[in-house]
């Protein structure tokens, strides 16, 4: 029985079940609790003379020009900060960069980005950069301790896996060609 090219209903109706989602996450509303501010694809200012509480951006960037009271978090976005980030500073797949004289309360924490610290810039206590780079300006302070990996622990690996993988199959396929070509 030939089989015709067209898409079950099931497919269809995946597809239209996710462009609604996606539809729905692109026009939500702010979620907001009590000074608290998140945002989905829509980037954050925080304005010289305000103040928020816990600040959480998703595929979005976040600027601090006041202060934030409580934790920042960034996945997918950067984070500015020429004001006050009075807890954590924690980004996923970002840049954290901190002006002249900003200052962080607590942690900062970043997950395959770069940090960015200029003149006088205080952490609180630790700065943790994960398989990114770090630029800090030699008057950055630090309350406690400054851990580094660098990308390559992350990616040399892979890389390494990747070429032998390469070699194998390029191998094997110039293996078959040869046998292929005695069949001529």
Partial sequence: MPRTAHRPSSVRGLAACVFLLFAMAACAPAARADAD????GNSIHIAKDSTAHDVVCFFCSVHIEGAVNGDTVVFFGNVDIDGRANHDVVNFFGSVHAADNASIGQD???????????????VGKDMVVMFGSVQAAPSASFGGERVLFPAWIFWGPFLIIFGGVYFIVHEVRAQRRMRLMRGY
């Fill in 37 to 40: 501010i998140v945002q989905f």
């Fill in 108 to 122: 900062l924490v970043n997950f395959f980005g770069s940090v960015r610290l200029g003149e006088n810039v205080s």
